[in-house]
């Protein structure tokens, strides 16, 4: 059983600590995010199965966190668990009309906590720790007409070359269609991998994102987020996935996600470098978020280096985040690897990163997601 993976959101690092550790022990998988604005783009960005959300926080509160959440077709199936020391009635009706699933008031004690959490994900539709026997049988049958009818759109978002202000490359994200529960990527791929369909979600999702790069300019680089299931699979090896390909193969630049499934560093290692040789390059997500960005990076050398954007986040008034930066980017220039800042919102981090020696970036401040190729703009330094 795959572990459930839970977004914590408190501004008090003490409780995102004393979550990670005990829920951790719990065998749950634990992200974290400190403010509103972190929060919505982690849940849209890793699909967590549930998330813990502080109700009381400086800028976007757990009130109109959550309300956005559920107003988003990629968030709005996510369990939330509100965490507060408002007692009130009247708090817990607010949060609860805003799409709430419960209401927890601190302090807590953690084994209820983790009782309240499974019951949620038990009767959840979205969750990482389903069993395949119970996938829903009317979602598979809207899995295989997606698949059948090729029937997913993308979206690309810039990376860009920070000194020079220029567009380096476009990382390609998938969504299912539109007003369905499958709309969700994390709700598609999840049940692509309990239904056994993974590899041929992922071949649909490779023609689409393809065909639409087709314009891209040859001097761009495409980055293609790769479950390490995929690595292993011998159509992969066989290059299936890259057949249909309309650009250079050498433009191409596969993104490892969800690294906790690597079981094998080795046997991965090896299945890789098979995918490497036919000119592909590799990119590790997330580096500096914990042990198994950094197990990544130690084990797999990848070309690219993104920093999680929990560093990134306010990086110009903490030292200690600007202390991880710069030993992110000693490591990057020992593997002869290019480092590139993933999340950057607020024009202080961008220009903090530039002071940093950071040349390469990508986050809402220049662009968001879009069909079409997006131009980035780019505040002044």
């Not at 369990?79 to 805003?98: C, N, R």
């Not at 994102?209 to 495409?222: E, G, T, W």
């Amino acid at each position: 059983m795959e572990q459930a993976k839970i977004l914590a959101v408190d501004d008090e690092p003490d409780i995102l600590e004393m979550l990670k550790f005990r829920l951790s022990r719990e065998k749950f998988q634990v992200i974290t995010a400190t403010h509103g604005i972190e929060a919505l783009e982690k849940a849209a960005k890793e699909g967590p199965s549930l998330i813990l959300l502080d109700l009381v926080m400086p800028g976007l509160d757990g009130y109109e966190v959550c309300r956005r959440l559920k107003a988003n077709e990629e968030t709005k199936a996510i369990p939330v668990i509100m965490l507060t020391v408002k007692a009130g009635v009247e708090s817990k009706i607010a949060a609860l009309d805003l799409g709430a699933d419960d209401y927890m008031i601190k302090p807590f004690e953690i084994k209820e906590l983790v009782a309240r959490i499974k019951v949620i994900l038990r009767r959840s539709s979205v969750q990482a720790i389903k069993p395949e026997a119970q996938a829903d049988e009317k979602q598979v049958k809207e899995l295989r007409r997606i698949i059948a009818e090729n029937d997913v759109s993308c979206l690309f978002q810039p990376v860009v070359h920070l000194p020079s202000r220029s567009v380096f490359g476009y990382e390609a994200l998938t969504r299912g269609p539109k007003g369905s529960t499958l709309a969700d990527p994390a709700a598609l791929f999840t049940l692509a991998e309990k239904a056994e369909l993974l590899f041929e979600l992922e071949k649909v999702c490779r023609k689409k994102i393809l065909l639409a790069a087709k314009d891209l300019s040859p001097d761009q680089v495409l980055f293609l987020n790769l479950n390490p299931r995929l690595v292993g699979d011998p159509r992969s090896q066989e290059g299936n996935l890259f057949k249909s390909r309309q650009i250079g193969v050498g433009e191409m630049v596969l993104e490892i996600t969800e690294r906790t499934a690597i079981k094998d560093f080795e046997t991965f290692r090896e299945a890789l470098e098979r995918l490497k040789g036919l000119g592909l390059r590799v990119a590790i997500d997330d580096t500096g978020s914990g042990y198994s960005s950094l197990q990544a990076v130690a084990e797999l050398k990848p070309e690219f280096l993104k920093l999680d954007m929990s560093i990134v986040r306010d990086v110009y008034k903490d030292k200690v985040k600007q202390s991880l930066v710069e030993t992110i980017l000693h490591l990057a220039g020992k593997m002869e690897s290019l480092a590139i800042a993933e999340g950057i919102e607020q024009v202080e981090e961008y220009r903090t990163l530039v002071k940093l020696g950071v040349e390469y970036g990508q986050g809402y401040l220049f662009a968001r997601p879009a069909e079409i190729f997006p131009v980035p703009t780019f505040p002044p330094l």
